[in-house]
């Protein structure tokens, strides 16, 4: 984001910014990574998100 690699134009601190924002105010956090490793990363992620909630009993 900050070398402005994408198709808009937003600037690049303004969208991450804007990204921040997001996260605090939603709750949720932003990740980036090499597309080759994106399938690894969300399975893992649901993975450990699934069991930790089976665990407090929220599934």
Same mark, same amino acid.
């Given at each position: 984001?900050?070398?402005?690699?994408?198709?808009?134009?937003?600037?690049?601190?303004? *969208?991450?910014?804007?990204?921040?924002?997001?996260?605090?105010?939603?709750?949720?956090?932003?990740?980036?990574?090499?597309?080759?490793?994106?399938?690894?990363?969300?399975?893992?992620?649901? *993975?450990?998100?699934?069991?930790?909630? *089976?665990?407090?009993?929220?599934?």
């Amino acid at each position: 984001i900050l070398n402005g690699m994408y198709r808009s134009k937003y600037e690049p601190k303004s *969208l991450l910014g804007s990204l921040k924002t997001f996260e605090v105010r939603y709750g949720f956090s932003t990740v980036f990574i090499d597309p080759i490793t994106t399938g690894n990363y969300i399975y893992h992620h649901f *993975l450990y998100m699934a069991r930790e909630l *089976l665990r407090k009993g929220c599934m």
